[in-house]
């Protein structure tokens, strides 16, 4: 085969797969991939977030109208070999009462209907926490032949 017939991959360390992640200290974090899949693409976006308590959806709406009731500022901050994007999430988890007392992660997905990113919070993909396994004692055996060789 003829290298040239080959595309060459550059991008080295940069985050392709959409992903959000709900932190300890009550942000949402945007990966690039996610910011590029859903449109916030830099500086002027904002999030207005929905809750259907039911089925356990949380319901992101990408918007530049500041000025919308529950906008909240997507924060872009660049940094080597991609960039930071948050928004704060604080408030509307304290309100409707969600846990982020641990990191856990999220595909999102677009709801065509609405309009609106969906987070299935009953669905996580794992957490950057480590869950402490419990210590199970090994039991201590005694060979039914006291002339076997270990």
């Known amino acids: 085969m003829d290298l040239n017939e080959f595309e060459r991959f550059t991008r080295v360390g940069g985050s392709f797969a959409a992903k959000m992640t709900i932190r300890k200290g009550g942000h949402l974090g945007w990966s690039q991939g996610a910011a590029k899949k859903f449109g916030v693409n830099g500086e002027g976006y904002f999030a207005v977030f929905y ?8 319901g992101i709406k990408v918007t530049r109208n500041s000025e919308e009731d529950g906008a909240v500022k997507i924060q872009w901050r660049k940094q080597a070999g991609g960039a930071v994007i948050q928004c704060s999430l604080r408030s509307f988890l304290d309100y409707y009462e969600i846990d982020y ?10 709801d065509a209907p609405s309009g609106l990113i969906l987070i299935r919070l009953d669905q996580p993909k ?3 926490e480590k869950e ?11 060979p039914s032949n006291s002339n076997e060789t270990f």
């Open 51 to 58: 809750y259907h308590q039911e089925k356990q959806l949380m």
């Open 101 to 110: 007392s641990k990191t856990r992660s999220f595909v999102p997905e677009l």
């Open 126 to 128: 794992g957490s950057k």
């Open 132 to 142: 402490e396994k419990p210590v199970v004692p090994v039991e201590q055996t005694t």
